[in-house]
């Protein structure tokens, strides 16, 4: 059974960082695409950024770009999410998710002062 | 970046009747080289995740119940839940996963019971 477990959320003020982690079992990672997406209230949901099995490839949606870098250890079955210069739009539920699979229960971040 | 439609924004229906979400893409999410279509549904209840349903428009997850059902091709999707229970009462989405990102989502149909 695939399963994706997400950590790392938290509350954090505006400017800082946060590193999300997803430890994935039940398939072959090294050879999944992977990807992040958020969920807020008001805008619903919203791809994040994609990294290819490989890490040679990676992508970033225009509203995270600079910020955000997407990472992976395959040796540790392991997707991560840098987060810095975190704004207050950044708020939402972070799941990560495999490539034409399911996702994770999410971890929550929340950006306040 | 790809747009997807889902319609209609909610729906009424009562238990036992079938239900039908369309979902539409603004370009052809077919890949002809191995002819998949690029398109998954997902379920999400109140307070969950969003969980996954059916992938490559019309490959049930495993453990999904067979009233669910995808179809279609190219740009043109449905789910159909040909018996609607009272457990399916749900936000459903539609996400595009062609090609390269963004991967983007419907705005997601309300069913109701």
């Known amino acids: 059974e695939v399963q994706l477990v997400e950590s790392g959320g938290g509350l954090v003020q505006p400017g800082g960082s946060l590193r999300l982690s997803c430890v994935a079992s039940?398939?072959?990672?090294?050879?999944?695409?992977m990807y992040w997406v958020r969920q807020t209230t008001g805008k619903g949901l919203e791809w994040v950024s994609y990294?290819?099995?490989?890490?040679?490839?990676?992508y970033y949606a225009d509203s995270v770009k600079g910020r955000f870098t997407i990472s992976r250890d395959n040796t540790k079955n392991s997707l991560y999410l840098q987060m810095n210069s975190l704004r207050v739009d950044d708020t939402a539920v972070y799941y990560c998710?495999?490539?034409?699979?399911?996702w994770g229960q999410g971890t929550l971040v929340t950006v306040s002062s | 970046d790809i747009v997807m439609t889902q319609s209609p924004d909610s729906l009424a229906v009562s238990l036992g009747e079938r239900a039908t979400i369309n979902c539409k893409s603004s370009?052809?999410?077919?890949?002809?080289?191995?002819?998949?279509?690029?398109l998954s549904w997902y379920q999400q209840k109140p307070g969950q995740p969003p969980k996954l349903l059916i992938y490559?428009?019309?490959t049930r997850e495993s453990g999904v119940p067979d009233r669910f059902t995808g179809s279609g091709s190219g740009t043109d999707f449905t789910l159909t839940i040909s018996s609607v229970q009272a457990e399916d009462v749900a936000v459903y989405y539609c996400?595009?996963?062609?090609?390269?990102?963004?991967?983007?989502f419907g705005q997601g149909t309300k069913l109701e019971i």
């Open positions: 998710a495999k490539r034409a699979g399911p």
């Open positions: 039940g398939f072959t990672f090294s050879s999944s695409e």
């Open positions: 990294i290819s099995g490989s890490s040679t490839i990676m």
């Open positions: 370009q052809s999410v077919l890949y002809s080289s191995n002819n998949h279509n690029y």
């Open positions: 490559w428009a019309s």
């Open positions: 996400q595009q996963y062609y090609n390269t990102p963004p991967y983007t």
